[in-house]
């Protein structure tokens, strides 16, 4: 049971340049959820899914879109990357029902640097 | 729309001894779950505690507890019996229902507790 696994953990992109960030989770969680966290700050909620085929937006999509085509994987795609996208970001997973008691589980992050 | 304050960024305490961190939050909720995340140097995020605020018990995981005063919607952690591995990046984070079965998780900006020997 490998929980929550992002790929890359860091990643240097030019300005400009497109890529995707990797989550998959093995716990046959329904709800997943990309945040972002910059420095000193909160974690903030980019886009989250509650099934497959289903997502929604968060409180920072802009410059970001996401895909959910099976329970486990959750990809986040930076089409046009833009030095404000410069951040760490986690992935985490929870099961549905009530989330209070069901806690979400977080991948390791990946840092990624826009130049 | 729903804040959450943590106005201690950096705190520092002895080992073996207690130290509390402190979290506000702001919201015209009444179903609403509470919780305090670590995130040790290694970045990955951990959950420490988690409090449903229907319950007026306060929550406790060994060495962990809170106190949750729902009408001054506060809810602060006590860490007992400090440990070296204590040391992290706190975060005190608000989840609330935003319609149907969807809910919205809301993070403070991190308390930074050192814990010395």
């Known amino acids: 049971n490998a929980g929550v696994t992002q790929t890359p953990k860091f990643r240097i992109l030019k300005i400009g340049q497109s890529m995707t960030l990797q989550c998959t989770q093995d716990?046959?969680?329904?709800?997943m959820y990309w945040y972002r966290q910059d420095p000193g700050m909160g974690l903030k909620l980019i886009y989250y899914?509650?099934?497959?085929?289903?997502?929604d937006k968060g409180e920072v999509p802009n410059g970001y879109n996401v895909s959910r085509s099976t329970t486990e994987d959750f990809p986040l795609r930076l089409e046009l990357a833009a030095p404000s996208q410069t951040s760490v970001y986690f992935c985490?997973?929870?099961?549905?029902?009530?989330?209070?008691?069901?806690?979400?589980?977080f991948g390791d992050g990946t840092r990624l640097s826009i130049l | 729309a729903q804040t959450v304050t943590q106005s201690q960024p950096e705190m520092s305490v002895q080992e073996a001894e207690t130290v509390t961190l402190s979290c506000t939050y702001d919201?015209?909720?009444?179903?609403?779950?509470l919780f305090w995340y670590k995130q040790p140097p290694s970045r990955q995020m951990i959950l420490v505690i988690r409090?449903?605020?229907?319950?007026?018990q306060n929550a406790t995981e060994n060495r962990f507890s809170v106190n949750f005063q729902k009408a001054a919607k506060s809810f602060s952690l006590k860490i007992s019996d400090s440990q070296l591995g204590d040391t992290a990046m706190y975060f005190c984070?608000?989840?609330?229902?935003?319609?149907?079965?969807?809910?919205?998780?809301?993070f403070g900006k991190g308390t930074l507790l050192t814990v010395n020997p």
């Open positions: 985490a997973s929870s099961y549905s029902g009530t989330p209070g008691r069901q806690p979400q589980h």
């Open positions: 716990m046959n969680h329904n709800y």
């Open positions: 899914s509650v099934g497959a085929g289903i997502t």
């Open positions: 919201t015209s909720e009444n179903n609403y779950y």
């Open positions: 409090q449903e605020a229907y319950k007026q």
């Open positions: 984070a608000f989840m609330k229902p935003v319609g149907g079965s969807n809910y919205k998780l809301t």
